[in-house]
């Protein structure tokens, strides 16, 4: 259950933008709500950039970019959450349409898979469809490219286990 840590969290969700109002703006950022060791957010990731951008890798969380940062632009559609300018869908992995806690988060074709429902509840946990897991960070932070970048890994937690502060997401920087 969410506690009081975060109270302007419902005012978050009521700025949310549907599907296609995304698709029309090219995504949003999607922000772990907690600063953690970051002033400037962790925002979910694509991993590399521009040209040397890696669409097979995992995702990741990263230094929240400036606004033209397309790697990190995502919306909600249809029970999904799309990469927006990438022909992609965020997908956990697993085996036969099952995932486990600790998994990789990736980017796939978009289809129709267990494994790419994913939804925000009212509680900011992204939810992997009805496995009882969300998306989580890993407690550990490393330096990225950049003046003052960070990343941390992204995973499949158990969403009744995980801390607050490593699975509360909310779309937009505001």
């Known amino acids: 259950m969410l506690k009081n840590t975060y109270p302007g969290l419902a005012i978050v969700f009521l700025a949310l933008l549907s599907g296609a109002q995304a698709e029309e703006n090219g995504g949003q950022f999607i922000r772990l709500v907690a600063a953690l060791d970051e002033p400037e957010y962790y925002c979910l990731d694509l991993a590399g950039w521009g040209a040397h951008l890696q669409l097979d890798d995992p995702l990741q969380v990263h230094t929240c970019k400036n606004r033209g940062a397309e790697d990190q632009k995502f919306h909600f559609s249809n029970g999904q959450l799309k990469a927006s300018l990438y022909d992609r869908c965020v997908q956990v992995a697993g085996s036969s349409g099952n995932t486990l806690a600790g998994s ?51 995973s499949a937690v158990a969403c009744d286990d995980a801390p607050d502060d490593l699975a509360t997401w909310q779309v937009g920087l505001e």
């Open 104 to 154: 990789a988060i990736i980017a796939r074709a978009c289809s129709d898979s267990p494994l790419q429902k994913l939804s925000l509840d009212d509680n900011g946990r992204i939810r992997i469809g009805d496995t009882g897991l969300c998306l989580g960070v890993g407690a550990e932070s490393a330096e990225a490219s950049g003046p003052s970048h960070m990343w941390r890994t992204l």
